[in-house]
């Protein structure tokens, strides 16, 4: 391989996460469902950290012009069998409360459940709970989930997923379904998710793990060719692995600025969130491509020092 190939194969390696990013705001068809990916993550994470036992919860979003716009999901087990589930019905006093906190715009828009290794349909018991939140809210939908072979291949198309409604006399029919789209809605769900603590932590070890990957592979490359020395590996990719610690702590440096940001969310006017918002957004951004242009600028360096 020659060392143009292994510098491009880096570059498209770390551009990875970047690129699935991109491949979420593709504009998609009209649809009857849209789910937010962050909704999405969290059901796709339960229910194939779940094989075992059905779990389910509720789903929290708004009606607009008939299409259902799901903003985000919660986990409300109360009992669980590998063949049932039942929903906490307490927590849904608790979702309808908080919503009042924040907008009033947002209300729970139907239950999702998981059938852990039987596929995705409803069953009679599915099709009767349904008919009740029909009733009170005729847009409301069921989401059916199996997500068995996908937490053994972790490949996406292998996650089931459907959305249902129930026919007024008997049976059921299944509606479409895409992940949320708006850009603006999109971006500002992420921020809300990077703010968070927890979240800014997983991000920037994930981050981190990823780049580390792709160091090694396109090392590793090298080495193979002969086109660089074993000892010369070592001492590289040591190095290598320093800087990537140092990334590791700015961003953890970033997210505790971003924590505090958040803190003064509460005391500031609309307009001032709005430039906070961009502000740490913008930031945020600048710091990954200040990551990847720094682990850039080390290949080629090593690139350089080939003989
Ligand atoms: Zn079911």
Redesign the pocket.
Known sequence: MKKIDCLRKFISQSFFIIINSIRMIVTMPKLDVEISPLAFSKIIDWTSSNTER?VGGYLIGYVEKGKVIITDSTFAVAKSTPS??QLDEMAQFRIIEEIEKRNGKETILGFW?S?PGLGC???G??VATQKIYQALLPESVAM?NDGNKFAKTRSQSDFQAHFYRTKPDSGYHEVSFGVLTDPNELLGILTDYVQSEENAEKIAQYTARQMALSIDDSLKDLTENKLLLKEQFKKENIALKGDLANIQSEIIELKRNLVATNEQFTSCNEEQQKQIRFLSTLLFILLGIVSVGLIFTLVVFILALIP
């Open positions: 059905e049932h589930v459940h059938h349909f409803m069953s018991t599915d059916v």
